[in-house]
């Protein structure tokens, strides 16, 4: 069982900065990749984000390319998400997402990840 916890959601204005932190507990194992996924009112959830545990390969949604940043602590077994020039449509709720052996465009499937956090609420304010 992995245990994921989301922080760092809060309110900003656009063009503003916010970090998310998904601290994981369990059984992380070298094969998990860590994803970052939001869901906004009335809309599917969508991928934004996913990150390797093992190696760090990053994949990124087109529509934060250049804005946001995934990285990881193994350490700390936690995640980041660094957001940059926000804007009012990334509001949404953020969730984080752990799923094992996933590879290529299935990265971006959230039916494929075993594991997620309760999210976190991000609101940019125009």
């Known amino acids: 069982q992995v245990q994921l916890v989301e922080s760092g959601g809060g309110l900003v204005q656009a063009g503003g900065s916010l970090r998310l932190s998904c601290a994981a507990s369990g059984r992380i194992f070298s094969t998990y990749t860590m994803g970052w996924f939001r869901q906004a009112p009335g809309k599917e959830r969508e991928f934004v984000t996913a990150?390797?545990?093992?190696?760090?390969?990053?994949s990124y949604a087109n529509s934060v390319k250049g804005r946001f940043t995934i990285s990881r602590d193994n350490a700390k077994n936690t995640v980041y998400l660094q957001m940059n020039g926000l804007k009012p449509e990334d509001t949404a709720v953020y969730y984080c997402?752990?799923?094992?052996?996933?590879?290529?465009?299935?990265?971006?499937?959230?039916?494929?990840?075993?594991?997620w956090g309760q999210g976190t609420q991000v609101t940019v304010s125009s």
């Open positions: 990150i390797r545990w093992s190696g760090g390969s990053t």
């Open positions: 997402a752990a799923g094992r052996n996933l590879y290529g465009s299935i990265i971006s499937d959230y039916g494929r990840y075993d594991y």
